[in-house]
């Protein structure tokens, strides 16, 4: 597409990235077919070719953002749907990306809004805080019902029916410390520890641990860590995501001298985004933009790494599993295969729901702060997983769990517990 | 690019434009009207993105009865309208204009029935081309016509364009395999043509409105035509050192009175752009690509493919490459019909669509090749070899005027040299506003009357989509 950008506008490097981004639209319109809230909404304005054109004539203008843009930014899952359908190679991740920093940085959001918004942001990252205000959320709960009747304050219902029932107890997996390879060693990993996750399913990382140094890895947890910086970054608040993406860097440098790292797992495919964009979110920081790149380079996700380890084939388990590609997992980190290969060979018959490159609603904060599009998509997700009258689901991606759970009977698991089962570890809680 | 003018917008709409709102507001449940200023720049073109025009507001109704509602309001108060599917149109079809109206049909997207009795399925026109074909692919059929922007053309797109694809050598375009629609006409009238039955009496209106590019009413459903899909299909690529000889081999073989189900043609550059994102294992050390589809049992493709060879071999091919796997044809067919969107990554592009005698192809390619060269541009070609639907992609650089205005210049040049080979201005991506003006280098000027008193015989103020399709001078007082 043509841009018209000054040479001032253009000395700004955020602006420049854009500009790149822009100029690679054809403006076919292919993306908008596989655009979850396209197709939900049937307006050009909630699909990417349409919000790509908003940010355009946004920047063009360099004008701040006002509420309709904001509107349809704020729809946008960040799936990346687009990104995988988009035959030009348009970069919407980034572009997107800086246009929610514009919007941080030049918009005033309503009170409530910019009160759910500040409230997430300081509790969600920090496992102690989300813990305690998981707990004072099932005290509220029979107040879901009284708050979504108030828009404003919707989104807090949303976390109330979101917030699980019991909290399981933390668990030694999250605490920092290196846990040995059985036998000889073959590898060395970082896991990251996460924020959200280790509080509402410990099991994922300790199954992960365990798996890993059964085959011979040894894992380590390093002191230090913090949120992979994801929620914040989608929130366009830069500043603070860096500042976590710096001192992840710091964290698994020194880890690399200490002992070296072959891979830094991550076992929720939505931080793998981010983390596998440090190098990009820091390119302009002299000091960190290489130590981010080579961090990038070393992020994988559990599957991705166990993909490497050659499995062999076990026995077939007479279990079906639908298998659900989180967003991140397939769109962000481009992982198609990998899952349902590892989970063929330790056994299991799996199979793909109809639909399966939409999102189920998840996307972070999204069934928080856009209730009702997230309700239909989970609706929708559901249906097609259900359609395949599956034993189990299987996904890696806590967000996914939390949202999906709340919608089937079915039980659903990240990959990773079902692999660890079928290469020797105990049977996953929620199956016996 | 500003060649191409638009129709001068109407003060007396302009002026009013408050009011309309207002009264669609009125007219409109509650987020189906579009119309803050800023919120309307998204809708000012489609993919021919070089001309770009502001609505005064976007209605996107859920129901025919709503599309009706607002085509009676406009046409009462001589409010421009412009029908807009998914906006891919290639040609500026969906290009609005100042004073106009937009009704987008993207609420529309039911799937209303299946009738594998009658092999018909009804939808609504915002549905895409390529839902219908995954709705009943399960059961074993597809919806033939198979634009290779399918993922995201809407049926009544398809219908407004007479849309056509890969695949419609075998199968015919759109016209061939729609049998009814509901079309509301310019004054609110809703009206069925057609039905599920093979044919209907009187007039064939249906014809008419197929390829109407919006401008005889607007299409809400559609009755189209289910095939049943065959026992197995393997596209074969055919490598050849040049164009020329790609281009007379495909000659010969539809000379031969051999139909295979789709024959497509790639230049070097396009192997090469398509190959990068798809990753399809296309040959790249030729010139010139042909994918050639066959269907049918094993021992009937074996046998056509087997005459294909031959013929190719006379030909000189240098390269014959069959599909190994169902995965290995789904990328050849990924990239094919990615081609366009993937030239993005090179450079921008306008797409041409003239449609010339498959004795001619050569000597077009080889008069497209001159006239690219002569403005010193590139060009890529990648296109339906068998019907002689050619679609030179010419690349140039948006940000440049003069680039632009090179390019605009080329293409016009090429479409006159299709239609002086005996073809014609349009394929399959209608005339929009992009060939408007050439339009009086196919048709004399009675051709032309005639063909505007049918359309003002449907719309006698000119409201639907105005400023497309005919020239503006010499048109009929409204
Ligand atoms: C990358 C790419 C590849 C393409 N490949 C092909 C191809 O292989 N073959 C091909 O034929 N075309 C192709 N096209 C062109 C385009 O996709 C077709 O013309 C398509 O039919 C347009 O459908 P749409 O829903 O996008 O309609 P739009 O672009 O929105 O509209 C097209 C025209 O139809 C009218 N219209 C839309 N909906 C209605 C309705 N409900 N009632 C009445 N009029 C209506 C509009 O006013 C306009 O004149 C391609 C386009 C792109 C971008
Ligand atoms: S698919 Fe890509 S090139 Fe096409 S409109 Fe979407 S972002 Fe632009
Ligand atoms: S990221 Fe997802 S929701 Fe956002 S525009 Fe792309 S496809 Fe749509």
């Known amino acids: 597409m043509q841009t018209n950008f000054t040479a001032e506008q253009l000395a700004d490097p955020h602006v420049a990235t854009s ?13 908008t077919a596989t655009c979850p809230t396209y197709v939900t909404l049937g307006n050009e304005l909630d699909s990417p070719r349409g919000r790509i054109y908003l940010i355009k004539d946004m920047l063009e203008n ?26 030009s190679g348009v970069d919407y991740m980034h572009l997107i990306d800086h246009a929610r920093m514009h919007i941080e940085e030049t918009y005033r959001r309503p009170f409530w809004n910019r009160l759910t918004r500040n409230v997430l942001a300081a509790v969600l990252p920090y496992p102690g805080r989300f813990r305690l205000a998981l707990k004072a959320a099932a ?43 059985a036998g000889p060693r073959r590898g060395r990993v970082a ?18 641990i365990r798996l890993l140094t059964r085959l011979g890895v040894e894992v380590v947890a390093p002191e230090g860590e913090v949120c992979c910086g994801s929620l914040v970054h989608h929130m366009g608040r830069e500043a603070q995501a860096l500042e976590a993406a710096r001192r992840n860097v710091d964290v698994w440098l020194d880890e690399i001298e200490r002992g070296g790292l072959d891979a830094i797992i991550i076992t929720a495919s939505g931080c793998g985004t981010t983390i596998k964009d440090y190098g990009f979110m820091l390119r302009l920081d002299l000091a960190y933009a290489g130590k981010a790149a080579r961090v990038s380079a070393l992020a994988k996700d559990v599957t991705e790494y166990l993909a490497t380890l050659d499995l062999p084939q076990q026995e077939a388990r007479g279990l079906t599993v639908a298998y659900h590609s989180a967003c991140s997992m397939q769109h962000g980190q481009k992982i198609t295969l990998a899952p349902k290969t590892l989970l063929k060979k330790a056994g299991f018959v799996v199979r793909d729901p109809a639909e399966g490159h939409l999102c189920c609603g998840s996307a972070g904060t999204y069934n928080i702060l856009q209730p009702e599009i997230s309700g239909k998509l989970k609706a929708r997700k559901v249906k097609n997983i259900e359609a395949t009258k599956p034993d189990l689901i299987a996904t890696g991606n806590i967000g996914c769990i939390t949202q999906i759970a709340t919608g089937t009977q079915i039980p659903i698991l990240h990959t990773v517990e079902l692999l660890d089962w079928a290469y020797g570890g105990t049977k996953p809680a929620v199956l016996s | 690019m500003d060649q191409i003018g638009f129709l001068e917008p109407r003060p007396a709409v302009l002026s009013r434009r408050r009011e309309i709102v207002a009264d669609l507001l009125d007219l409109l449940p509650e987020g189906c009207l579009v119309h803050q200023p800023r919120e309307l720049v998204p809708f000012e073109t489609d993919a021919f993105v070089s001309y770009r025009r502001l609505p005064l507001a976007v209605a996107l109704p859920e129901t025919t009865q709503q599309v009706a509602a607002v085509l009676k309001y ?125 044919d209907a009496g009187g007039l064939d209106l249906l014809g008419v409105v197929c390829g109407g590019e919006g401008q005889l009413g607007i299409v809400t459903e559609a009755i189209v035509r289910l095939i049943a899909k065959p026992e197995g299909a393997r596209p074969v690529l055919f490598g050849f050192d040049n164009s020329e000889e790609a281009g007379a081999c495909v000659t010969d073989i539809i000379g031969a009175g051999i139909i295979p189900v789709a024959i497509e043609f790639m230049d070097k550059p396009a192997i090469g752009i398509c190959e990068a994102f798809a990753g399809a294992g296309y040959p790249m050390d030729v010139e010139a690509l042909l994918i050639v589809e066959v269907e049918g049992s094993e021992a009937e493709m074996d046998a056509m493919l087997a005459s294909i060879i031959e013929i190719a071999h006379r030909h000189g091919v240098k390269v014959v490459k069959e599909s190994q796997s169902a995965t290995e044809a789904a990328l050849i067919w990924k990239g094919r019909k990615s081609a366009f969107g993937a030239t993005g990554r090179i450079a921008d592009y306008i797409c041409m669509d003239g449609t010339v005698p498959l004795g001619q192809l050569s000597h077009v390619l080889r008069g497209t090749a001159e006239i690219v060269a002569k403005y010193g541009l590139r060009v890529a070609n990648v296109f339906h070899a068998g019907d002689g639907n050619m679609h030179p992609l010419i690349l140039f650089n948006a940000n440049d005027p003069e680039d632009a205005a090179r390019a605009e210049a080329a293409g016009n040049d090429i479409l006159k040299l299709c239609v002086d080979a005996g073809g014609c201005l349009t394929g399959e991506h209608g005339v929009g506003i992009e060939k408007r003006d050439l339009m009086r280098h196919q048709y004399t000027d009675i051709d032309l009357a005639q063909q505007m008193a049918v359309r003002a015989a449907f719309d006698p103020q000119w409201l639907l989509n105005p400023s497309k399709v005919f020239p503006l001078e010499g048109r009929p007082a409204a």
Do not use: W
């Open chain 1, 62 to 87: 360099g004008r701040p953002a006002d509420a309709e843009v904001v509107t349809h930014i704020d729809r946008c899952l960040s799936c990346l749907a687009c990104t995988t359908t988009c035959p």
């Open chain 2, 74 to 198: 406009c046409n009462r108060y001589g409010v421009p309208v412009v029908p807009r599917g998914a906006g891919t149109s290639l040609s500026g079809g969906a290009i609005p204009q100042e004073d106009a109206v937009v009704i987008g049909l993207s609420k529309m997207s039911r799937i209303l029935e299946v009738d594998y009795a009658n092999r018909t399925a009804t939808v609504q026109a915002g549905v895409t081309n390529l839902n219908i074909s995954d709705a009943v692919s399960a059961d074993g059929y597809f919806y033939a016509p198979d634009p290779s922007s399918q993922l995201a053309c809407t049926i009544g797109g398809n219908i407004g364009m007479n849309s056509g694809g890969a695949h419609c050598l075998k199968y015919g375009v759109t016209t061939n395999n729609l049998l009814g629609v509901k079309l509301v006409l310019v004054d609110g009238t809703i009206v069925d043509l057609g039905g599920k039955a093979l």
């Open chain 1, 139 to 181: 005290l509220g709960r029979p107040f879901a019902g009284l708050l979504k009747r108030f828009k404003p304050l919707e989104p807090f219902g949303a976390m109330l029916d979101l917030a699980p029932r019991r909290l399981p107890k933390p668990s030694d997996s999250a605490k920092p410390g290196t846990h040995p390879a």
């Open chain 1, 191 to 208: 896991i990251l520890s996460g924020c959200a996750q280790p509080v509402l399913k410990p099991e994922i990382n300790a199954a992960t």
């Open chain 1, 19 to 31: 500009e790149k981004i822009l100029r690679k639209c054809v403006h076919c319109g292919f993306c």
